[in-house]
C-alpha cells in the first residue's frame, strides 16, 4: 500500500504487526543492529593499541598506586568502529530530522563551524600554553565576547560559564556579591510558574529561598501579584523572555522598574535568545544580568550531555562582580587576567580555565557567517516557523495561549480528552512516526503540556511532513485507535522502560551475569 506521502510501504497497520515475527536469531532487525554493552562484547585484555612496556619510571604517586585492574573492557580498533557506529544509529539526531523538543533550540550545526573549531591552531592549543602563544584564541573569545555584548546592549560578560545553568549560577553569585558588597542580606529570589526547573534549583543552590509568581491567563507574569511579591527582602528575579509559554513578556520593562525600585536584580534566562537575537537588546529592557546558551542561540552541538557554553552578560550595576579570568586587550596583545587583583570585587572563579573554546569558535563561526542580517533572519524565520505549525494544527490540537506566539508553540492535552489516551502516549507514538518527541508536561503551568520548537533550520517541506504526522496520530486518537497509542513505540529498538524506575533505582554498575 501507500504511505501518507504516496510512497510505497509493506506496513498496513502498525497495531497489526506480529512483533513475535521480529524475534530474529541476531536479535537484529535488518539494517538495524542490536548492540550489546561494552562489557558483554569486549574484555580486559583486549586493546586497539599496541604500547611498548615503559622501563624504569619513577612512581611519584607516593603509595596511591591502584593495586588491582581498573577493569574496563577493551575492543580492537575496527570492533569499536562498530559498536559505537551500531550505538549512534540509535540515536535520534538533529542531523537525521526535525528535533521539534521546546524550550531547547535543536538547530542544525552548520559543517562551517565544525571545520573553523578543527583548525590546528584552535583545536591543538593547550589552556596552559603561554599567552604569546595564542594570541589568535585569545582575540577569538575577545572577538566572540564583543558580539555577545552587541547583540545583547550590555557593557560585561563573563565568559566562562559551560553551560545555561552555570551561567545561572554565575548570575546569581554575581547578584549575591553586589548585595554583600551593599551590606545587605536579602533573601528571596522571585521566579514565575513557568520558569524552568534551572531557575529555582540556581537560586536554591545560592541560598536563596525562591517565590512562585503566578501567570495570568495568556500565560505572562502576573504583574500585580510580582509587585505584591516585591520587598526589601528580594535580592533578584529570575526571569525567561520570551518566556516558556513561547511569548514575548510585554511588561518586562515595567518588570524591570519595579525590581530595580526596590534595589532588586533582573536575571533574564536568556535560553530563549534564538526569537530575538538581532531584534531586542536586552540591555534595553533594563536586565542587569543574563545567560547566553551558545548551543541553544548559536547552534553549537549539545544534547546527550554534550558540551554547552553559557556566556553571561552583565550591566554597569553587576560588571566589577564577574568573575575571573577575562580576557583584557592592550599594546602588548591579549592577555587573560587569571587572578583576582588587589581591591577587586569579582566573586572569584567558576571553573577549571576560560570557559567552552571549541563552543566559543563554533559560535563565532554562525555570527560571522550570518552577519547582522543574518542573525536577525534567524529570529524571524524562527518565529515564522513556530506560528506556521502553531496555525497549522490549531484545528487539531489544543492551543494553550492565542497566539502570535515567538519561536515556539504551546499545545495542551485537552484534544486527548475522553480519547482515553495519555499525553505520554502520544509522545510515544511519534516515535513510530520516526520523531524526537517534543517537549512533554513542561511548561508545569498548562496539564498535559507539549511545547514545540522547529527552530528556523526547517524548510516548509520538512514542517509539513511533521504537520502530517501529527495530524495523522490526531485522527487516529479522536477515531479511538488507542492500541496504536498504547503500545506505542512499536518500531524502536527497545519498547515502553520504566522511567520512573530508571530515574529513582539507577543501574549505574555492569555486573557479570552469573
Ligand atoms: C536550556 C534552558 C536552561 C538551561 O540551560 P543548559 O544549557 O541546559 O544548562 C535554562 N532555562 C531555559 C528556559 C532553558 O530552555
Known amino acids: 500500500m501507500l504511505n501518507k506521502q504516496g510512497r510505497q510501504t509493506d506496513i498496513v497497520n502498525l497495531t497489526e504487526l506480529p512483533q513475535d515475527s521480529f524475534a530474529t536469531h541476531s536479535g537484529n532487525r535488518g539494517l538495524e543492529q542490536d548492540e550489546l554493552l561494552i562489557y558483554e562484547i569486549g574484555d580486559t585484555e583486549r586493546t586497539g593499541v599496541d604500547l611498548e612496556e615503559v622501563e624504569n619510571f619513577e612512581n611519584r604517586l607516593g603509595g596511591i598506586t591502584r593495586e588491582d585492574k581498573i577493569g574496563l573492557a577493551g575492543l580492537s580498533e575496527p570492533e569499536t568502529m562498530r559498536h559505537y557506529t551500531r550505538l549512534s544509529r540509535m540515536n535520534y539526531a538533529i542531523d537525521m530530522g526535525l528535533y521539534p523538543l521546546g524550550s531547547c533550540t535543536m538547530k542544525h550545526n552548520p559543517r562551517i563551524n565544525e571545520k573553523v573549531a578543527r583548525l590546528p591552531g584552535l583545536a591543538d592549543i593547550h589552556p596552559l600554553q603561554p599567552m604569546s602563544t595564542v594570541q589568535g584564541a585569545l582575540e577569538a573569545m575577545d572577538k566572540l565576547a564583543h558580539w555577545l555584548k552587541t547583540l545583547t546592549g550590555m557593557p560585561a560578560i563573563a565568559m566562562s560559564p559551560k553551560a545555561g545553568a552555570h551561567g545561572e549560577l554565575c548570575g546569581l553569585m554575581a547578584i549575591r556579591a553586589a548585595l554583600d558588597k551593599r551590606g545587605e542580606n536579602r533573601s528571596i ?11 529555582p534549583a540556581t537560586a536554591t543552590l545560592c541560598g536563596y529561598k525562591v517565590k512562585s509568581i503566578p501567570a ?46 526596590i534595589g532588586g536584580y533582573f536575571y533574564c534566562d536568556g535560553a530563549n535568545f534564538n526569537a530575538i537575537v538581532g531584534k531586542v537588546r536586552p540591555g534595553d529592557l533594563g536586565v542587569d544580568a543574563m545567560h547566553i546558551n551558545l548551543h541553544k542561540t548559536f547552534s553549537t552541538p549539545h544534547g546527550g550531555g554534550g558540551p554547552g557554553a553559557g556566556p553571561v552578560v552583565l550591566s554597569e550595576a553587576l560588571a566589577p562582580f564577574a568573575p575571573v579570568p577575562y580576557v583584557v586587550h592592550s599594546k602588548q596583545g591579549f592577555a587573560l587576567v ?38 536577525a533572519r534567524v529570529a524571524e524565520d524562527s518565529v515564522l516557523n513556530a506560528n506556521y505549525v502553531m496555525a497549522s494544527l490549531q484545528d487539531d490540537m489544543t492551543v494553550s495561549y492565542p497566539g502570535p506566539c515567538m519561536h515556539e508553540c504551546l499545545f495542551d492535552d485537552r484534544f486527548l480528552n475522553g480519547s482515553g489516551i495519555a499525553t505520554l502516549d502520544f509522545a510515544k507514538a511519534m516515535i513510530d512516526e520516526g520523531y524526537h518527541p517534543m517537549t512533554m508536561y513542561f511548561p508545569l503551568v498548562v496539564h498535559g503540556a507539549m511545547l514545540i520548537e522547529p527552530t528556523e533550520s526547517e524548510s516548509k517541506q520538512s514542517l509539513d511532513q511533521f504537520i502530517g504526522s501529527l495530524r495523522h496520530l490526531v485522527a487516529e486518537a479522536k477515531a479511538g485507535n488507542t492500541e496504536l497509542f498504547s503500545g506505542a513505540p512499536y518500531l524502536a529498538p527497545l519498547r515502553r522502560l520504566d522511567e520512573t524506575l530508571a530515574a529513582r533505582k539507577p543501574v549505574l554498575r555492569w555486573t557479570k551475569p552469573e
Open 189 to 199: 529570589v522571585l521566579a514565575p510558574e513557568s520558569a524552568h526547573g534551572t531557575n
Open 216 to 261: 495570568t491567563e495568556n500565560g505572562h507574569v502576573d504583574l500585580e501579584a510580582l509587585k505584591e511579591a516585591l520587598g526589601p527582602d528580594v535580592a533578584a528575579i529570575m526571569l525567561t523572555n520570551p518566556n516558556t509559554c513561547g511569548l514575548f513578556e510585554r511588561d518586562v520593562i515595567e518588570i524591570a522598574d519595579a525590581v530595580h525600585d
Open 338 to 375: 587569571e587572578h583576582m587583583e588587589d581591591g577587586s570585587d569579582s566573586f572569584g572563579r567558576m571553573t577549571a580555565f576560560h570557559g567552552q573554546m571549541g563552543m566559543n569558535i563554533r559560535a563565532l563561526a554562525f555570527m560571522m557567517s550570518h552577519g547582522s542580517d543574518g542573525l
